[in-house]
Nanobody, 123 residues
């Protein structure tokens, strides 16, 4: 069983930055694919970014050049640095993990999820 705990969300003005963190339990964190998804009110959960040792990093087109996913395997933590934030980035952001190494854009295959952290970007 893997537990994921997100932190770092909040309210920020357009153009600002936030860094989300996701702390994971488990001794084999380095072997997990990790991802961030987000869900705005009335919308489906959408892929933001993922990272895995064999496939590298992936980003949604809407965040490329603005967001950066990274991980610290020594701390069992994955990060999402978000710069140049826009009002349309407002959503609940979720951390996800897949011990089998799936790092794709579909949310269904990911086995473990955090509780989510709210990001609100004001115009």
């Amino acid at each position: 069983q893997v537990q994921l705990v997100e932190s770092g969300g909040g309210l920020v003005q357009a153009g600002g930055s936030l860094r989300l963190s996701c702390a994971a339990s488990g001794r084999t964190f380095s072997t997990y694919a990790m991802a961030w998804f987000r869900q705005a009110p009335g919308k489906e959960r959408e892929f933001v970014a993922s990272t895995f040792w064999s496939t590298g990093t992936k980003y949604a087109d809407s965040v490329k050049g603005r967001f950066t996913i990274s991980r610290d395997n020594g701390k069992n933590t994955v990060y999402l640095q978000m710069n140049s934030l826009k009002p349309e980035d407002t959503a609940v952001y979720y951390c996800a993990a897949d011990p089998r190494g799936y790092s794709g854009t579909q949310y269904q295959p990911y086995d473990y999820w955090g509780q989510g952290t709210q990001v609100t970007v004001s115009s």
